[in-house]
């Protein structure tokens, strides 16, 4: 069985950063792109990261571009999402996303989801 974990969430104040991680199990993700989304109270779940399986291509929403950074270790089945310079707005539950299709014509679509972490900016 897929399990998707992640961690890292909490509450930091505007500017500030935190680190995300998803530990996957049940099978390796190393040939298949992971991602991130998130979704804020009242809006729908959003698109912020992907990463191909050989990290050479990353994929950004336009609102998080040049702040947030993924990454991934493919030895250890986890991915990352660095988060700088943060802002209100920002503020979700954060998902990871394992077997992200889709990447070249922007529609990431994953197989499995992670159970979510709260991230909350304040102002």
């Known amino acids: 069985q897929v399990q998707l974990v992640e961690s890292g969430g909490g509450l930091v104040p505007a500017g500030g950063s935190l680190r995300l991680s998803c530990a996957a199990s049940?099978?390796?993700?190393?040939?298949?792109?992971m991602g991130w989304f998130r979704q804020a109270p009242g809006k729908e779940r959003e698109f912020v990261a992907a990463?191909?399986?050989?990290?050479?291509?990353?994929y950004y929403a336009d609102s998080v571009k040049g702040r947030f950074t993924i990454s991934r270790d493919n030895a250890k089945n986890t991915v990352y999402l660095q988060m700088n310079s943060l802002k209100p707005e920002d503020t979700a539950v954060y998902y990871c996303?394992?077997?992200?299709?889709?990447?070249?014509?922007?529609?990431?679509?994953?197989?499995?989801w992670g159970q979510g972490t709260q991230v909350t900016v304040s102002s």
């Open positions: 990463i191909s399986w050989s990290s050479v291509n990353t």
């Open positions: 049940g099978r390796t993700f190393s040939r298949d792109a």
């Open positions: 996303a394992a077997g992200v299709r889709g990447l070249g014509s922007k529609e990431y679509e994953p197989d499995y």
